[in-house]
């Protein structure tokens, strides 16, 4: 006796959570659009690169987990702005004509 799946199971991703839930998408896009929450996180990360920048004048052999760990606070900001963005399909080309290389 074989199983076949009536219907593909597919695990939604946190972001397709986020998006499909009751949140209001909307209103996050209000807040990361807001140019008083983008200067908190300029300052915010100037905050974090000054710490890191004290701490590898203390011990000079983190200074490359010190840029791993600045890297990793931009790619958090990042997904966090790009929360309520979903994926555009990109446009497909228009079919070629055929040419008559014979003409």
């Known amino acids: ?12 991703t946190p972001k397709e959570r986020f998006q499909n839930s009751g949140l209001s ?3 996050h896009r209000n807040i990361v659009d807001n ?7 300029d300052f915010a990360l100037l905050e974090y690169s ?5 701490n590898a004048s203390q011990a000079p052999d983190r200074s490359g987990i010190n840029g791993l ?4 606070a931009h790619e958090f900001l ?8 979903k994926a555009q399909a990109l446009p497909t080309a228009p079919p070629m004509p055929q040419l008559n290389h014979r003409a």
């Open 50 to 54: 000054h710490k890191l920048a004290l």
């Open 25 to 27: 998408v909307g209103n």
């Open 69 to 72: 760990k600045l890297a990793g």
């Open 78 to 85: 990042a997904e966090f702005r790009n929360l309520s963005e």
């Open 35 to 41: 140019a008083d929450f983008q200067k908190a996180c």
């Open 1 to 12: 006796m074989s199983i076949i799946p009536q219907k593909i199971i597919t695990n939604e």
